[in-house]
Structures are given as structure tokens and as C-alpha cells.
């Protein structure tokens, strides 16, 4: 009984691949990664062997990872991850700049700020002015972090006539 189950539960659990495998699956290995790069080339790339070998080179030196966080090594990156990132770690090496430019409604920092969320330039008077009128709920004195000014910024802008249509790096 007990093996029985066994192979019942080791049929099911297969289920998905050899669905896939008779569906003919398109892909040729592992993605992306210095093991694809290195094995691109073989003849046999949907061979068993050949994506053991990319998967084993992309998991020895990491290039996998690497490639698709930096959208190289053959890696695509659509850069919605990265673009936020560049955001937060402006905002935070930037903070009490940009604190001071928003009261003041205009600057250098606002305008790379701006730039960096997507807003464009024709748009950015707005940006600056919406961040001058809403300055005391976008920093609040002694408790505001970058985090939380980015955070009070976006639902800013979302609730904003002009900024909320537009199609920024959220």
C-alpha cells in the first residue's frame, strides 16, 4: 500500500513536466546566464545534458543572477526593480536636499528626483509646485524617513489632476 502511494504521488508530482514535455517546450536550457552564452552554440541545447552543463556553469560563477539583475549576460531586465532602486537610493543620499527643495517648490535635486520617477519635463512645474503645496504631509517633522517621503510622494501625485494620468516609475 505505502508504495503504491509512493508512485501515485511521484506520477503526480511528474504530471506538470511530462505535460509540458509533450506540449513540445519551446525553451532551450536554462535562460539566460553565462552557461547559456558558453553552450549556445551546441546543436543540442534542449539535450538533458547540455542544460545540466548551462545550469551548472550559471550556478558556479552566479552569472545568472548578476545578468538578470543588471540585464546583461544575455539577461533582459525591464529595469522596474533597478529604476525603483535608483530612486530610493537618491532619495536617501539626497534627503535633506530634497526636503528643503520641496518647501521651496523648485531645484536641482526636485528636478533629478523628478526626472528619476518619470515625470516629464513639460509636466515637472507641476511636480514641483504639487510638492511645495503638499510639504507638510510629505515630510513631517522629526519622523520622516526617505522611505516614507517616497511613499507620502506617490499617493501625492496619484491624488494629483495632472500627475496622476501620467505613467511614471512607481
Not at 93 to 116: I, K
Amino acid at each position: 500500500m505505502k508504495t503504491r502511494v509512493m508512485f501515485m504521488a511521484f506520477a503526480f508530482a511528474c504530471l506538470p513536466v511530462t505535460s509540458a514535455l509533450a506540449a513540445g517546450n519551446p525553451d532551450t536550457g536554462p535562460g539566460c546566464g553565462l552557461g547559456k552564452m558558453v553552450w549556445e552554440g551546441s546543436n543540442s541545447q534542449k539535450h538533458i545534458l547540455q542544460q545540466v552543463l548551462q545550469s551548472t556553469t550559471n550556478g558556479t560563477f552566479g552569472s545568472q543572477t548578476f545578468g538578470i539583475s543588471t540585464g546583461t549576460s544575455g539577461c533582459t531586465n525591464d529595469g522596474v526593480i533597478v529604476q525603483s532602486e535608483k530612486v530610493n537610493v537618491f532619495a536617501q543620499s539626497n534627503f535633506d536636499t530634497l526636503a528643503q527643495e520641496m518647501a521651496q517648490g523648485h531645484g536641482e535635486h526636485l528636478a533629478s528626483l523628478a526626472t528619476l520617477l518619470g515625470v516629464p519635463a513639460d509636466h515637472q512645474p507641476a511636480f514641483f509646485a504639487m510638492t511645495q503645496d503638499k510639504y507638510t504631509t510629505l515630510i513631517k517633522s522629526g519622523e520622516t524617513t526617505p522611505v516614507a517621503m517616497l511613499a507620502a510622494l506617490h499617493t501625492a501625485m496619484a491624488g494629483h489632476p495632472v500627475l496622476a494620468k501620467l505613467n511614471i516609475n512607481q
